[in-house]
């Protein structure tokens, strides 16, 4: 089984101790494609990611907060349990997404794609949008 652990430099992370999530903070992921993962538990704090692709990856009872997403793709991603606060996503594709008790709010989205469970799940009164599309905007287009 995959874990979150091989995103980084084993070597960097200390041992959780008692805590409740495995924080991995201030750092920068780029240029890879991540399959079928395994992240659970872990809180990412003022982590950036750019061009890095999430296939089939589950994020379950996580946290992302402050996190900076540049054009990433997440395809065919689940995510339950978790949090997604005050991140940034830039040039970000969702794609066949399934969001399960995952609590979006105060992120900042500009030129996304979002499948339909993402741009529900992500709403419009929690998050600020720019310039982002929808499959639902395709759909009104035809």
Request: aromatic share 12%; glycine share 2%; hydrophobic share 35%.
């Amino acid at each position: 089984m995959k874990t979150d652990t091989q995103l980084i430099n084993p070597f960097q992370l200390n041992a959780v101790g008692t805590q409740t999530y495995e924080v991995i903070e201030n750092e920068m992921l780029t240029n890879c494609n991540l399959n079928d993962l395994t992240i659970s538990g872990s809180l990412f704090s003022l982590t950036t990611f750019r061009h890095v692709t999430f296939s089939s990856c589950v994020f379950f009872a996580s946290k992302m907060e402050n996190c900076t997403f540049i054009d990433c793709t997440f395809d065919r991603c689940i995510f339950q349990f978790s949090a997604l606060a005050h991140c940034e996503l830039t040039a970000t594709r969702m794609v066949d997404c399934k969001w399960e008790l995952t609590d979006i709010k105060k992120n900042y989205l500009n030129h996304c794609f979002l499948d339909r469970s993402s741009a529900r799940a992500f709403g419009i009164e929690t998050n600020n949008f720019e310039i982002c599309i929808s499959t639902e905007d395709y759909k009104e287009a035809a």
